[in-house]
């Protein structure tokens, strides 16, 4: 539309073109790999790497689609923080079942959001964004529809079909480690970055995610984006994951002060500063991995020539 405020419809048809177009490029990346002889585990770490960072702005993409609660319409900023939360331990579990099995199984969830999304996208251009402001069936919101269908696909199919592939992995006698320790080591940090953060929403004075929700939502995908990489690195690389991933300390700091009223007025500033700290060592860390990993494969990160040994 043209009025003031509104996005431009364009905006959303576009959307949907480059989520279409990233949602294909995923799918054959792999297979273009192996035609042209380029598969290492450099290509598989930025794969799954930036996969874990796009599935939360997959999802802050989504809520700008169906807006904020006002009172009457939109998606409460609760609910968008549950959303996230269960679309990254959806990821999260798909990689620790790799981590245990050597087999990433995607499951049909992925496919399905994307697909969700992209309708969205072209339905919003179509029709405008008053149909997410409309009940759509019986008093309920197509947002209300959507949620249900998320917390079915992953606790429903997504979640019993990982323990399905890891039992049948030990059956098979295939797993990489037998030991129950090893085995559930990987999911120490993400369990207790999801705990912290919670603990943060729930009982923060200043009610940081109503005040900052895309702030806060967005610190906590690169958060989890980062403690996600290493466990991919220790799967690639037959490795045990540290227990405790550092994010932890600093992060278990700030909720502390922020829950205890230390903070005070000052908790905005403080969760401006600690988001813009994590990216950046996201950002570093993901710089540092890629160039090592070139350097010890002798092969470039955006190039299918190789190094010149010197």
């Not at 592939?165 to 120490?188: D, F």
Request: aromatic share 16%.
């Amino acid at each position: 539309g043209t009025s003031p405020g509104l996005v431009p419809t364009w905006v959303w048809l576009f959307s949907a073109f480059t989520t279409f177009c990233a949602y294909a490029l995923d799918s054959i990346d792999g297979k273009h790999a192996r035609r042209t002889q380029s598969s290492t585990p450099l290509g598989e770490l930025f794969d799954h790497g930036l996969d874990s960072w796009a599935t939360s702005i997959f999802v802050l993409s989504f809520f700008s689609v169906c807006s904020r609660d006002n009172g009457k319409t939109g998606v409460s900023v609760y609910t968008m923080y549950i959303y996230l939360s269960i679309v990254l331990f959806n990821f999260m579990c798909s990689h620790w079942e790799k981590y245990n099995t050597g087999v990433l199984f995607l499951p049909w969830g992925y496919d399905i959001s994307q697909v969700v999304l992209i309708a969205a996208y072209l339905l919003t251009g179509a029709v405008g964004v008053e149909v997410w402001q409309k009940p759509f069936l019986f008093g309920y919101y197509i947002t209300d529809a959507l949620v249900v269908l998320l917390i079915g696909f992953s606790f429903f199919l997504s979640f019993p079909q990982t323990l399905y592939n890891i039992h049948r992995a030990y059956l098979k006698k295939t797993l990489k480690s037998n030991s129950l320790y090893e085995g559930l080591l990987p999911l120490v940090s993400p369990l207790l970055l999801f705990i912290l953060l919670t603990v943060w929403v729930v009982l923060s004075p200043g009610n940081i995610l109503a005040k900052q929700p895309r702030l806060f939502l967005w610190m906590v995908g690169v958060a989890f984006s980062n403690v996600i990489c290493k466990m991919i690195i220790c799967q690639m690389s037959s490795t045990r994951p540290e227990l405790f991933h550092w994010f932890l300390f600093p992060l278990a700091l700030v909720v502390y002060a922020a829950i205890s009223g230390l903070l005070g007025w000052m908790e905005e500033a403080v969760l401006a500063v600690f988001t813009a700290l994590v990216t950046a060592a996201h950002v570093h860390y993901g710089v540092c991995v890629g160039r090592q990993l070139s350097e010890h494969l002798n092969i470039y990160i955006f190039s299918l020539k190789k190094r010149v040994q010197e």
